[in-house]
């Protein structure tokens, strides 16, 4: 989780965004978000976590983002590993339909399926911290 975190926030300060937080689906993206706002806490670039939920719960908020989360900010979605790319394309509909704004996704692991092009294909960047080709898995 501190390898994770510290790398997710490099990654982050690398491409050049500024978010205010960072989520993405939950559960796989909920360690990674986390661990990048442990990371971040005390540097120039606080960065909150949130989580975004299949569909809206019936009980509590109601909502599909739980956390650190409000209209008109920017963030970044992170995932553990990308394969065809349903999950970020997922928050990232459930996160602009709530009024924020997408700076690039950010994954621990890209499996290059074809994911990240999925992704890519509406001009979101994305970054991965390595490739499954890089881990020696192909």
């Known amino acids: ?9 490099t990654a982050v ?7 205010r937080a960072v989520g993405g689906l ?3 993206a909920d360690p990674v978000a986390y661990a990048i706002a442990a990371a971040s806490w005390g540097s120039d670039l606080v960065i909150d976590a949130f989580s975004v939920r299949k569909e809206a719960k019936g009980h509590g908020t109601g909502r599909v983002i739980e956390g650190n989360f409000e209209a008109g900010e920017e963030v970044v979605v ?7 790319g349903a999950s970020a394309q997922r928050a990232i ?8 704004r997408v700076a690039g996704v950010l994954a621990v692991v890209d499996r ?5 092009e999925v992704i890519e294909s509406d001009g979101t960047i994305v ?10 898995l192909h």
């Open 112 to 116: 290059e399926e074809g994911g990240r």
């Open 26 to 28: 939950t559960m796989g």
């Open 127 to 136: 970054v991965a911290l390595i490739t499954s080709a890089a881990l020696g």
């Open 93 to 100: 509909s459930a996160i602009r339909g709530s009024g924020g």
């Open 78 to 84: 992170v995932e553990d590993v990308i394969t065809t």
């Open 13 to 19: 300060r690398a491409a050049g965004w500024r978010p």
């Open 1 to 9: 989780m501190v390898l994770i975190g510290r790398m997710g926030v």
